[in-house]
T-cell receptor, first 109, second 113 residues
Framework: GENVEQHPSTLSVQEGDSAVIKCTYSDSASNYFPWYKQELGKRPQLIIDIRSNVGEKKDQRIAVTLNKTAKHFSLHITETQPEDSAVYFCAVEVGQFYFGTGTSLTVIP | DGGITQSPKYLFRKEGQNVTLSCEQNLNHDAMYWYRQDPGQGLRLIYYSQIVNDFQKGDIAEGYSVSREKKESFPLTVTSAQKNPTAFYLC????????????FGEGSRLTVL
């Protein structure tokens, strides 16, 4: 099956700084790459996604970039705020969804 | 109000007992999934179903069983054969199998005493 690696596992940033989380995958047939945010004790929720025919997608302070050749995609959060603190999961779809191991982001006020 | 409902939210079980976790969706989604979440391990797929009366094993199906008798319902049974069942279980659905956004339930936390 697909192998999805996510780094870093923990990330602390000062409020207002940027945060970047990277995921790599192994199956070149993958064509859908979502990112989920999970606040403590709550369900994961989709925050942004990208398909293989697009290299970058942006939604306000959140952006995702995809490099299909290198098989990696990244989540970029700019102007971080304390409410961005959560665990973020990347996922890859190839027949089913495969998830990264998560990044615990802490935004320090 | 559309969504996915999981119950119970918290469940305690004695060793040797089977327990069933409920998952109901009113989103009219064809595909439904069960994931297990352990600290530091992300979400691992237990079972998934693309259509009524059909389901497939995921990466960690041993010790679990499911059924899909109705489109809306996808219950998960954690059997006594599951050696380490204490975990957070998440049910999800999507419009079509393996494509598009996954919608998650609130989760069920199972603790084996």
């Amino acid at each position: 099956g697909e192998n999805v690696e996510q780094h870093p596992s923990t990330l602390s940033v000062q409020e207002g700084d940027s945060a970047v989380i990277k995921c790599t995958y192994s199956d070149s047939a993958s064509n859908y790459f979502p990112w989920y945010k999970q606040e403590l004790g709550k369900r994961p929720q989709l925050i942004i996604d990208i398909r293989s025919n697009v290299g970058e997608k942006k939604d306000q302070r959140i952006a995702v970039t995809l490099n299909k050749t290198a098989k990696h995609f990244s989540l970029h959060i700019t102007e971080t705020q304390p409410e961005d603190s959560a665990v973020y999961f990347c996922a890859v779809e190839v027949g089913q969804f495969y998830f990264g191991t998560g990044t615990s982001l802490t935004v320090i006020p | 109000d559309g969504g996915i409902t999981q119950s119970p939210k918290y469940l305690f079980r004695k060793e040797g007992q089977n327990v069933t976790l409920s998952c109901e969706q009113n989103l009219n989604h064809d595909a439904m999934y069960w994931y297990r979440q352990d600290p530091g391990q992300g979400l691992r797929l237990i079972y998934y179903s693309q259509i009524v009366n059909d389901f497939q094993k995921g990466d960690i199906a041993e010790g679990y069983s499911v059924s899909r008798e109705k489109k809306e319902s996808f219950p998960l049974t954690v059997t006594s054969a599951q050696k380490n069942p204490t975990a957070f279980y998440l049910c999800a659905s999507s419009i079509l199998p393996g494509t598009g956004e996954l919608f998650f339930g609130e989760g069920s936390r199972l603790t084996v005493l």
